[in-house]
């Protein structure tokens, strides 16, 4: 038995087409039913439901042999034990450092202010700031990261942009781009080794399929 870690919503959807090219339809609509355990087209392949920043934890512990998680999660976990063999190029954003429009960032960081920052990643956010030499007080949030700013909360933010409507919607601007985010494909490294030749097809077959852009 093969089992992948997807979380609902952006990851599962996205991952559907990769999954159809290995040959796995998953029979069941996570937003219709409670289960957690989905079956798939496949007796050997299962998907199980856990909330994404989880996934990396499944996978590394072995409770899924493989799983599909952002960039911004991996490296906010951390990823001893896991194998990553795929940029999926599914999920695409960025990690940004956002302020209210009318604060003066820059203006900020060179008078050396010490900036209050909100945000889920804090990892992320502590070494980017360190490597800028900004002094920050990280405020830790679980999300709606973009309120911090608006109630006084926060200074600054480092959240996941894409279109950036929920910037603007908020009147907030993007002042730095800490890096680009995808998906990956994560692998459990003991399983790789049990069970090589399903995990490979899978892997090969989510690679022939990756979108092209
Ligand atoms: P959560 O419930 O943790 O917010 P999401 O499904 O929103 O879960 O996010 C899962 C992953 O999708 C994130 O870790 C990130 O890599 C990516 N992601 C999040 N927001 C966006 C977005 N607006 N556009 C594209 N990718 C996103
Ligand atoms: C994500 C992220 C931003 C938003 C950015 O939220 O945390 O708030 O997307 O996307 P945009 O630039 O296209 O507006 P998400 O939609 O995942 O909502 P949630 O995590 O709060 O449920
Ligand atoms: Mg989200």
Sequence with gaps: MITLALSKGRIFEETLPLLAAAGIEVTEDPEKSRKLILPTSRPDVRVVLVRASDVPTYVQYGGADLGVTGLDVLLEHGSEGLYQPLDL???????????????????????????????KYLGLAREFFARKGVHV?????????????????????????????????????????????????????????????????????????????
């Excluded at 060179?110 to 909100?118: D, K, Y």
């Design 89 to 119: 190029r599914i999920a695409q954003c960025r990690l940004s450092v956002a302020v209210r429009a009318d604060y003066d960032y820059a203006h900020a960081v060179r008078q050396g202010a010490r900036l209050a920052v909100a945000t």
């Design 137 to 213: 007080d990280l405020i830790k949030l679980y999300g709606s990261m973009e309120l911090a700013p608006l109630t006084g909360l926060a200074d600054a933010i480092v959240d996941l942009v894409s279109t950036g409507n929920t910037l603007r919607a908020n009147h907030l601007v993007e002042v730095e781009r800490i890096m680009d985010i995808s998906a990956r494909l994560v692998v459990n490294q003991a399983a790789l080794k049990l069970k090589r030749e399903p995990i490979r097809r899978i892997v090969d077959a989510f690679a022939s399929a990756l979108p092209q852009n």
